[in-house]
């Protein structure tokens, strides 16, 4: 009687896009957190107008 024995493979790509995301999320946060509040606000001001959203 013979025994297989497979081995289940971590797919690190995965982990690394996590990992990846995560900074990226904390590092808007930290940024937004110590941005003057002018900043902020034309920043995303630019960004609707770039989305041709109307914000006016």
């Not at 013979?2 to 790509?13: G, L, M, R």
């Not at 990992?19 to 002018?38: D, P, W």
């Not at 609707?48 to 109307?54: G, I, L, S, V, Y």
């Amino acid at each position: 009687m013979t025994t297989e024995t497979k081995e289940i493979a971590v797919s690190t790509p995965a982990t690394t896009g996590i990992a990846l995301a995560f900074i990226t999320g904390l590092t808007l946060l930290f940024a937004s957190g110590y941005a003057q509040a002018t900043a902020l606000h034309d920043a995303a001001h630019d960004q609707r107008h770039a989305m041709a959203f109307p914000c006016h």
